[in-house]
């Protein structure tokens, strides 16, 4: 949720910040801005809307300089408006700052500004911290003592960036709760939200802790503590490249993503697997921990919880180990019973997300031990979590959250085939077996992502529709509600997801012609209960759209459309599942024209409440 990025150098700061800014977008695309020092006198540009409106206004009035800092939106205080967008100054504009975050006690801060004077002129949060450098700067301080002193006002969380007319050549940087990165490339420094957005102008890289602020100049970098000290860091080689972030020959990222599925199942079975046994290196968990855990609790949000409900699946039934799932957004409200031999995994992509973070700050706060299976490595999640597992996807730009599931969910599958094994629970032939069928997977996804023409075809029939149903069972659940999820996000049609035995409970009532349902039924135990949901279903007028095991004639002749997956034992399905309803999302949403990278009113990562 908004994004910030900062250069010095030798480079057009007006280009570099435009670069990375549209790597961000996929954090915020409310409004943009940029503040660039320029001959010592600061100059700032502000547009509504997406970066591609402050790059047309910067056409007509373009910036010089030699540092300069940026900023993506997402509203939270105050609607998306050029007086809202950041930077925000003072009233001599000769301080700009941008933040991502929240300022807790920024209604008191702004009372006694008013009170000594100051004049506002957002509804911004983040207003009272230009103000309150230049009260600092009247009263004698230098910049480096206001802006420490700035920070020590501040409640809540933030990473900030700053620069002032009074020390032209610096970017001042702070951050606490939300992410922010420092790199250096040739002869340049420069900040950001997130890594990619400084690629491939970054050659090493220092993840900033909380607490921590400093400055680039065209020469150095200083990270201090800010309760006092030189903060020790190390740089760390940058290994992403342009083509990691980039959308290639594919029209949008999230299509690319969906492509990439396959190649990382390989990635992560590569890594994970030899000829005899799974292996977590980086998971600093040991066996006899794991062989002893008596109950594990799973918490996330949104894509990630979907995964992590199948994971639960995987874990009582490869691990036999009692497992649970929750909103990592209800978990940490609603005082849960633990004792000290429950482990708390905690699932996110970005590692970033506030809800899920929380949620595993209380774990730890009841002395629970916490596992988190992470795409973003660098994150604060990886930082506070006990041990990790690292889910491999690469980066994932897109707004809907794909490559990042199937990631999640296949190491969730080999992590409970990994506990189960140390608890001597499966026997090596089975486990052999499972992986067996594992490691066809990414030919059967391949398979799947060749022939998308019907998924186009029933995108054309769904683009018209209101309301649509998603039913599943068992390892297919989730499927439904994750269905469900990438419909509604992306195409902005109404989509709920169902378990298939609660359907005649209430959602039956909702079929009609204009209703679809799709059915997801591969082979395995449930289909043949899938085959009552859908003639209940079919009985009201309801139109299906089934995903069943290739060559399942049954129903596909009572199917208004079907999309055919390769057959594969129903754990594995949710694998396979998930390329057709991404597809069904991503398609739909291109029919409907709607902006596929940048769902309305979304942003990739939730790092606030
Ligand atoms: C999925 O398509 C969404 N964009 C969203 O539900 C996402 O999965 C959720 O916000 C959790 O994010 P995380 O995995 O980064 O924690």
Not at 162 to 180: N, T
Not at 252 to 259: A, Q, S
Not at 386 to 412: N, R, Y
Request: glycine share 8%; charged share 25%.
């Amino acid at each position: 949720m908004c994004g910030i990025v900062g250069y010095v150098g030798g480079k057009s700061v007006e280009s570099v910040l435009i670069s990375g800014l549209k790597k961000l977008e996929y954090r915020g695309y409310d409004s943009a801005g940029i503040a660039v020092i320029d001959g010592g006198e600061l100059s700032v540009r502000k547009a509504v809307g997406k970066i591609a409106e402050l790059e047309k206004l910067l056409h007509n009035q373009p910036l010089g300089g030699t540092s300069g800092i940026a900023h993506t939106r997402w509203a939270t205080h105050g609607e998306p408006s050029v007086i809202n967008a950041h930077p925000h100054c003072n009233k001599e504009q000769t301080i700009a700052v941008v933040h991502n975050g929240i300022f807790e006690n920024y209604n008191r801060l702004k009372a006694e500004l008013l009170d000594d004077g100051f004049v506002f002129t957002s509804d911004t949060d983040t207003e009272v911290a230009p103000h309150l450098v230049e009260k600092y700067l009247n009263e004698g301080f230098s910049v480096e003592e206001a802006f420490v002193r700035m920070l020590r006002r501040l409640e809540g969380q933030y990473a900030i960036a700053m620069v002032c007319e009074q020390a032209p050549d610096r970017i001042f940087f702070a951050r606490r709760g939300s992410p922010l990165v420092v790199a250096r490339g040739k002869e340049e420094f420069m900040i950001a939200s997130d890594l990619p957005a400084l690629v491939p102008l970054a050659h090493e890289a220092i993840f900033l802790a909380d607490e921590e602020w400093g400055f680039i100049s065209p020469k150095e970098v200083q990270i201090l503590r800010l309760n006092g000290g030189l903060a020790e860091r190390s740089w760390q080689v940058v290994s992403i490249c342009e083509e990691d972030i980039e959308k290639g020959p594919y029209p949008h990222r999230m299509l690319k993503e969906i492509h990439e599925q396959p190649e990382v199942v390989e990635r992560i079975l590569s890594k994970r697997l030899d000829d005899t046994f799974i292996h977590f290196p980086e998971m600093q968990m040991g066996k006899e921990y794991l062989a002893r855990i008596g109950r594990i609790l799973i918490q996330a949000c949104g894509t990630s919880l979907n995964a992590g409900m199948i994971g639960r699946m995987y874990l009582e039934q490869f691990a036999h180990t009692s497992a649970e799932t929750d909103y990592s957004s209800e978990w940490r409200y609603r005082n849960p019973l633990a004792s000290g031999d429950s482990l708390v995994i905690g699932i996110s992509q970005s590692g970033e997300t506030a809800d899920t973070l929380a949620g595993l700050r209380e774990a730890k706060a009841k002395f629970l031990r916490v596992l988190c299976f992470l795409n973003n490595v660098h994150s604060t999640m990886a930082r506070e979590a006990d041990a990790i597992v690292e889910l491999m996807a690469g980066p994932e730009i897109g707004v809907a959250s794909t490559k990042a599931f199937t990631a999640q969910v296949l190491s969730l599958l080999l992590f409970a085939l990994y506990v189960g094994s140390i608890k001597w629970l499966i026997p090596a032939n089975e486990r052999r077996q499972i992986l067996n069928e594992v490691r066809q997977v990414p030919e059967k996804m391949r398979r799947i992502l060749v022939n998308q023409t019907v998924i186009q075809e029933i995108a054309e029939f769904l683009k018209n529709k209101n309301d649509t149903l998603f039913l599943g069972r068992t390892y297919n659940f989730p499927m439904a509600l994750e269905g469900a999820l990438k419909l509604k996000e992306v195409s902005y049609i109404h989509a709920s997801g169902y378990a298939g035995g609660e359907f005649k409970h209430g959602p039956l009532a909702l079929v009609s012609e204009n209703v679809p349902v799709v059915i997801i039924a591969p082979q395995g135990e449930i289909r043949s209960k899938m085959i009552s949901n859908l003639k209940e279903a079919q009985s009201r007028g309801g139109k299906i759209i089934s995903i069943v095991t290739e060559g399942d004639d049954e129903i596909k002749k009572e199917s208004h459309y079907a999309i055919e997956i390769p057959p594969c034992p129903e754990s594995l399905s949710p694998l396979l599942v998930a390329l057709p309803l991404q597809l069904l999302a991503y398609y739909t949403a291109v029919a409907r024209g709607c902006d596929v990278d940048r769902p309305r009113n979304l942003a990739k990562s939730v790092t606030v409440e």
